[in-house]
């Protein structure tokens, strides 16, 4: 029905109501508020959800997405500075003039740089009043009520800035964070351990030691991350005369020939002069293939005649018999654009301290995470909060990780240590610890300037977590940053939190199974009630994830932490436990990269530490509920507050099951997104303008510009134009959709391979906008994709597990529950409500 033109209709018009309403308006102004509801063709149970989503407005009208808070936080910027105003003119004229002559350098720098020459004494009061005032917060006791004031009170104070840019804002949120986490620890320490029953207190000292170690992470992480220092690149000398040599590394084992060569062919192509470029192809697997390659490609082949210490040895090996003044070192499906030198090597010319240039490990392809959930480029993967942020903020605090590839060391350095390190099996991490013990510097450039392959199967993604966790539990035992001389403070805390974070299986683990030590054991391993505990852990994981939120918000999304934590928190609590009695045990594997999944299965066999756990908590949830029915009235809260958390914990298992479910990779080469000018040339001599949609090393998808009489099968050339030459590819068209065109290459040379790499992979601006249309982190849009995921992981499960004759059942499961979606509220037509607030006096 049209609400505006049908005056005469029976059913709804403006003029059939008590009062007159102006024209359009239910159309523009009611209607958009139930996006649900088809109110041209109303059905009874229309009813049901019309008053479900009244009510969803009601009261969560607030967090409708056309409301913003921008004019209450102007408004509060406002008061404040006027406020600021009158207490200036309370000074006295003297005092004023000599404060506002001082000057402070911001402070987070000036640590950084150990120098308090800002005013050292006021800045030590200043220190002390704030830990003076932390500390009140923290430890004075509050009844019932003044703790449920003082958490709305931190929660609206977040609430109002959050949003404001700026690093003053994060500050003030991570202290809020801070007080809220702390004062829950000060009060779980000191008033919820159960000291009259044993299982109760062991159960509750496990609990509290993974929550200890929690905030302590939570505490160093935000240490690191607080302030990146975002870096950029140092101009060059003009004279490429005094350019300095380099010469680059790219170790290999049993990777497949077609992986490294990409690698290579971009290493020659890199924007240096040849005479202060050499590229060595480092073969531990000494094959006769790779051998005859370096001597096509015109690259160093070298070998030794053993394999000890793996990769570390094979670098060390090659370090010896060379010569350039610095080393690049690439993985073998690590591909460098061709500006990778000319962006990193201006700050080792600046800066003749500095040992160390690490650049970010960015992957075109997606890990299990991303292809068995299905959120390729849509979430930040696992590794984007390190490369994105975690090293930028070690940056700050000259405590960058040197991570094995895509890096830039000097010689010198390299050699006062006796090379890559060889004692642990994260030999990156070791060298650049040894490295900063003895002064040396080192930088990251948050720019990604190369990219490889990222692990084909969850279980050879556990198998690469698994080297790093036992590396860095035996750097911690064997070469513990927390002690010996050579480290600053800050570089001790950097690191100590990387070590932190892989021994992280343990803890993650005690949260998984907590709830089931009161649903099926009965323990109070929080001895308060459950109301009490409600008041003081809201405030912990509220600000938490706001705070976290705000900082990581571009690398890593709301509850995704959980998900890959839960995922390797098995596999790595065992190898970091033993690395940590034992440091010397353990042997180097390599990452198989490069590999196909022919179908798609379900891995029972990694899959086994989530499955124990997810019969477990949905053990615990069915006691829990038949408690909830036949159990005592005084213990409702403690079951309900239980079965929140087993609920949720299944969730997450639910995800980690999804990443299990290994979805098909068939393609040898994998497709990159990316719109670059192209010509088709026609075997009749037409030209044609194209534009390429995306691309691999096996052939490209198109778009034509022109219209063009071509069959499938069809032989062309693609012409391509980085610089100032062009180069031809031959192609077949294997696809034909209107003006979408799929083309293979066919029989290229080795020549014409290396300049297809140069024309794609080698490109300066290839991986510069790769997240830049990715938004920032909605915590409850978060939410939501984390329990979708978890529900998705069940159904994987159940298609796999449940014989062929009980899928119907499933399937009609599926139909019921959707149907009863479409009674869930909806968030209103944002633009009509934007109206509405605009005419709404």
Same mark, same amino acid.
């Given at each position: 029905?049209?609400?505006?033109?049908?005056?005469?209709? *029976?059913?709804?018009?403006?003029?059939?109501?008590?009062?007159?309403?102006?024209?359009?308006?239910?159309?523009?102004?009611?209607?958009?508020?139930?996006?649900?509801?088809?109110?041209?063709?109303?059905?009874?149970?229309?009813?049901?959800?019309?008053?479900?989503?009244?009510?969803?407005?009601?009261?969560?009208?607030?967090?409708?997405?056309?409301?913003?808070?921008?004019?209450?936080?102007?408004?509060?910027?406002?008061?404040?500075?006027?406020?600021?105003? &009158?207490?200036?003119?309370?000074?006295?004229?003297?005092?004023?003039?000599?404060?506002? &002559?001082?000057?402070?350098?911001?402070?987070?720098?000036?640590?950084?740089?150990?120098?308090?020459?800002?005013?050292?004494?006021?800045?030590?009061?200043?220190?002390?009043?704030?830990?003076?005032?932390?500390?009140?917060?923290?430890?004075?006791?509050? +009844?019932?009520?003044?703790?449920?004031?003082?958490?709305?009170?931190?929660?609206?104070?977040?609430?109002?800035?959050?949003?404001?840019?700026?690093?003053?804002?994060?500050?003030?949120?991570?202290?809020?964070?801070?007080?809220?986490?702390?004062?829950?620890?000060?009060?779980?320490?000191?008033?919820?351990?159960?000291?009259?029953?044993?299982?109760?207190?062991?159960?509750?000292?496990?609990?509290?030691?993974?929550?200890?170690?929690?905030?302590?992470?939570?505490?160093?992480?935000?240490?690191?991350?607080?302030?990146?220092?975002?870096?950029?690149?140092?101009?060059?000398?003009?004279?490429?005369?005094?350019?300095?040599?380099?010469?680059?590394?790219?170790?290999?084992?049993?990777?497949?020939?077609?992986?490294?060569?990409?690698?290579?062919?971009?290493?020659?192509?890199?924007?240096?002069?040849?005479?202060?470029? *050499?590229?060595?192809?480092?073969?531990?697997?000494?094959?006769?293939?790779?051998?005859?390659?370096?001597?096509?490609?015109? #690259?160093?082949?070298?070998?030794?005649?053993?394999?000890?210490?793996?990769?570390?040895?094979?670098?060390?090996?090659?370090?010896?018999?060379?010569?350039?003044?610095? #080393?690049?070192?690439?993985?073998?499906?690590?591909?460098?654009?061709?500006?990778?030198?000319?962006?990193?090597?201006?700050?080792?010319?600046?800066?003749?301290?500095?040992?160390?240039?690490?650049?970010?490990?960015?992957?075109?392809?997606?890990?299990?995470?991303? &292809?068995?959930?299905?959120?390729?480029?849509?979430?930040?993967?696992? *590794?984007?909060?390190?490369?994105?942020?975690?090293?930028?903020?070690?940056?700050?605090?000259?405590?960058?990780?040197?991570?094995?590839?895509?890096?830039?060391?000097?010689?010198?350095?390299?050699?006062?240590?006796?090379?890559?390190? #060889?004692?642990?099996?994260?030999?990156?991490?070791?060298?650049?610890?040894?490295?900063?013990?003895?002064?040396?510097?080192?930088?990251?450039?948050?720019?990604?300037?190369?990219?490889?392959?990222?692990?084909?199967?969850?279980?050879?993604?556990?198998?690469?977590?698994?080297?790093?966790?036992?590396?860095?539990?035996?750097?911690?035992?064997?070469?513990?940053?927390?002690?010996?001389?050579?480290? +600053?403070? +800050?570089?001790?805390?950097?690191?100590?939190?990387?070590?932190?974070?892989?021994?992280?299986?343990?803890?993650?683990?005690?949260?998984?199974?907590?709830?089931?030590?009161?649903?099926?054991?009965?323990?109070?391993?929080?001895?308060?009630?459950?109301?009490?505990?409600?008041?003081?852990?809201?405030?912990?994981?509220?600000?938490?994830?706001?705070? *976290?939120?705000?900082?990581?918000?571009?690398?890593?999304?709301?509850?995704?932490?959980?998900?890959?934590?839960?995922?390797?928190?098995?596999?790595?609590?065992?190898?970091?436990?033993?690395?940590?009695?034992?440091?010397?045990?353990?042997?180097?594997?390599?990452?198989?990269?490069?590999?196909?999944?022919?179908?798609?299965?379900?891995?029972?066999?990694?899959?086994?530490?989530?499955?124990?756990?997810?019969?477990?908590?949905?053990?615990?949830?069915?006691?829990?509920?038949?408690?909830? #029915?036949?159990?005592?009235?005084?213990?409702?809260?403690?079951?309900?507050?239980?079965?929140?958390?087993?609920?949720?914990?299944?969730?997450?298992?639910?995800?980690?099951?999804?990443?299990?479910?290994?979805?098909?990779?068939?393609?040898?080469?994998?497709?990159?997104?990316?719109?670059?000018?192209?010509?088709?040339?026609?075997?009749?001599?037409?030209?044609?303008?194209?534009?390429?949609?995306?691309?691999?090393?096996?052939?490209?998808?198109?778009?034509?510009?022109?219209?063009?009489?071509?069959?499938?099968?069809?032989?062309?050339?693609?012409?391509?134009?980085?610089?100032?030459?062009?180069?031809?590819?031959?192609?077949?068209?294997?696809?034909?959709?209107?003006?979408?065109?799929?083309?293979?290459?066919?029989?290229?040379?080795?020549?014409?391979?290396?300049?297809?790499?140069?024309?794609?992979?080698?490109?300066?601006?290839?991986?510069?906008?790769?997240?830049?249309?990715?938004?920032?982190?909605?915590?409850?849009?978060?939410?939501?994709?984390?329990?979708?995921?978890?529900?998705?992981?069940?159904?994987?499960?159940?298609?796999?597990?449940?014989?062929?004759?009980?899928?119907?059942?499933?399937?009609?499961?599926?139909?019921?529950?959707?149907?009863? +979606?479409?009674?869930?509220?909806?968030?209103?037509?944002?633009?009509?409500?934007?109206?509405?607030?605009?005419?709404?006096?």
């Amino acid at each position: 029905m049209d609400f505006d033109s049908n005056r005469q209709s *029976n059913t709804i018009s403006h003029r059939s109501l008590l009062f007159r309403m102006p024209r359009g308006f239910f159309r523009e102004r009611i209607a958009p508020l139930f996006p649900h509801v088809d109110f041209r063709n109303l059905r009874p149970t229309d009813l049901i959800r019309i008053l479900l989503q009244v009510l969803w407005l009601a009261i969560f009208r607030q967090n409708l997405p056309s409301f913003r808070p921008y004019v209450r936080v102007r408004w509060l910027r406002q008061r404040m500075k006027q406020g600021g105003k &009158r207490l200036i003119r309370l000074i006295p004229g003297g005092l004023y003039q000599k404060l506002s &002559r001082m000057r402070f350098r911001k402070p987070l720098e000036a640590i950084a740089k150990h120098d308090l020459r800002w005013n050292r004494p006021l800045g030590l009061a200043a220190y002390l009043l704030a830990a003076g005032i932390l500390v009140i917060a923290i430890i004075t006791p509050f +009844s019932l009520l003044s703790q449920l004031v003082f958490m709305v009170l931190l929660w609206l104070i977040a609430l109002s800035i959050r949003r404001i840019p700026g690093n003053l804002a994060t500050l003030i949120l991570i202290v809020l964070s801070v007080i809220a986490s702390s004062r829950y620890l000060w009060w779980r320490i000191n008033y919820t351990l159960n000291w009259d029953d044993l299982m109760d207190l062991t159960l509750g000292l496990g609990l509290l030691a993974a929550e200890l170690f929690a905030w302590l992470v939570l505490i160093l992480g935000y240490f690191q991350t607080a302030r990146p220092l975002q870096r950029r690149p140092v101009e060059l000398p003009e004279n490429p005369a005094q350019w300095p040599t380099v010469d680059v590394f790219i170790p290999t084992y049993n990777e497949p020939l077609e992986v490294v060569k990409p690698t290579v062919y971009a290493a020659l192509n890199m924007d240096w002069p040849k005479e202060k470029l *050499n590229v060595y192809l480092l073969d531990d697997g000494r094959r006769p293939a790779f051998r005859q390659f370096a001597q096509e490609a015109g #690259v160093i082949y070298m070998t030794r005649p053993d394999n000890s210490h793996a990769k570390a040895g094979n670098l060390n090996h090659a370090l010896a018999r060379s010569e350039g003044e610095f #080393v690049a070192i690439f993985d073998c499906d690590h591909i460098p654009t061709r500006s990778f030198l000319q962006v990193n090597m201006g700050w080792f010319l600046r800066d003749p301290k500095l040992a160390l240039m690490q650049t970010p490990h960015h992957f075109f392809s997606p890990d299990p995470f991303e &292809r068995n959930l299905n959120n390729f480029r849509t979430v930040p993967n696992e *590794n984007a909060l390190f490369y994105g942020l975690v090293q930028d903020g070690n940056d700050l605090w000259n405590a960058t990780f040197f991570c094995g590839s895509c890096a830039v060391l000097r010689r010198k350095p390299l050699e006062e240590i006796g090379g890559i390190a #060889v004692e642990t099996v994260t030999e990156d991490a070791h060298t650049a610890l040894r490295l900063h013990r003895l002064g040396y510097n080192s930088a990251y450039l948050k720019i990604p300037q190369a990219a490889g392959l990222a692990t084909e199967s969850f279980a050879a993604h556990v198998g690469q977590r698994i080297r790093w966790a036992r590396g860095m539990a035996q750097i911690l035992r064997l070469d513990n940053p927390l002690r010996g001389k050579g480290l +600053s403070v +800050s570089q001790r805390l950097c690191y100590g939190n990387a070590m932190l974070h892989f021994l992280s299986g343990i803890p993650r683990l005690v949260f998984l199974s907590a709830p089931l030590a009161f649903l099926l054991l009965h323990a109070y391993i929080i001895y308060a009630p459950a109301l009490l505990i409600l008041l003081y852990v809201a405030p912990h994981l509220i600000h938490a994830s706001i705070t *976290n939120s705000r900082i990581q918000g571009k690398y890593r999304y709301s509850f995704w932490a959980e998900i890959y934590e839960t995922a390797l928190a098995w596999y790595i609590a065992r190898p970091t436990t033993t690395a940590l009695i034992a440091p010397h045990k353990g042997s180097f594997n390599v990452t198989a990269k490069g590999g196909l999944i022919a179908e798609e299965h379900f891995d029972w066999r990694i899959s086994k530490p989530f499955l124990v756990l997810t019969v477990l908590n949905l053990l615990g949830i069915i006691v829990g509920l038949g408690r909830l #029915v036949g159990g005592p009235e005084h213990e409702v809260g403690t079951v309900l507050l239980n079965l929140a958390w087993a609920s949720y914990n299944l969730l997450i298992l639910g995800a980690a099951l999804g990443v299990a479910m290994e979805a098909r990779q068939v393609r040898r080469a994998h497709r990159v997104d990316f719109l670059i000018p192209a010509a088709l040339l026609l075997p009749n001599g037409q030209h044609l303008s194209a534009e390429i949609q995306n691309f691999s090393l096996d052939g490209l998808s198109l778009s034509c510009k022109d219209d063009a009489d071509l069959k499938i099968g069809a032989s062309v050339q693609v012409s391509l134009r980085p610089g100032l030459r062009s180069y031809a590819f031959p192609a077949t068209l294997v696809r034909l959709e209107g003006s979408s065109l799929g083309l293979q290459f066919h029989k290229l040379t080795p020549q014409q391979e290396a300049d297809l790499v140069k024309c794609t992979f080698g490109r300066a601006d290839i991986w510069m906008d790769w997240a830049a249309n990715r938004p920032h982190d909605r915590p409850l849009h978060s939410l939501k994709a984390v329990i979708l995921k978890g529900m998705a992981g069940y159904q994987r499960l159940f298609h796999y597990a449940l014989p062929s004759h009980a899928q119907p059942l499933i399937r009609q499961t599926r139909r019921l529950l959707k149907y009863f +979606s479409t009674y869930l509220p909806r968030r209103p037509m944002a633009q009509s409500h934007r109206a509405t607030l605009r005419k709404t006096p």
